[in-house]
Nanobody
Framework: QVQLVESGGGSVQAGGSLRLSCAAS????????WAWVRQAPGKEREVVAI??????FYDDSVRFRFTISHDNAKNAVYLEMDSLKPEDSGQYFC????????????????WGQGTQVTVSS
């Protein structure tokens, strides 16, 4: 089992920045893929960033603005969010899976509790 705890969410004005953190514990050595999932009000969950063996992948909506990183020594995953837009608002979840990477949120086995991000105009 893997436990994930997110932090760093909050309210910010458009154009601002936030850094989300995910503290991982448990059987983290079994994880093959780490990702961040966003759920905006009234919308489906969406994988916005993935990291796997030092490779990074981004949804077009966040490319060049968000940066995902994984610190193996600290068992931590981060999402640096810059140039935030109101449409970035939503609940952000740190997720992980031992089987591989996917753009489908439901494929991930492990989920954090989520952290709220609100971007005002």
């Amino acid at each position: 089992q893997v436990q994930l705890v997110e932090s760093g969410g909050g309210s910010v004005q458009a154009g601002g920045s936030l850094r989300l953190s995910c503290a991982a514990s448990g059987a983290t050595a079994s994880v093959e893929c780490w990702a961040w999932v966003r759920q905006a009000p009234g919308k489906e969950r969406e994988v916005v960033a993935i990291t796997h063996i030092n490779k990074r992948f981004y949804d077009d909506s966040v490319r060049f603005r968000f940066t995902i990183s994984h610190d193996n020594a600290k068992n931590a995953v981060y999402l640096e969010m810059d140039s935030l837009k109101p449409e970035d608002s939503g609940q952000y979840f740190c997720v992980a899976d031992p089987n591989g990477c996917s753009w489908k949120p439901h494929e991930y086995d492990y989920w954090g509790q989520g952290t709220q991000v609100t971007v005002s105009s």
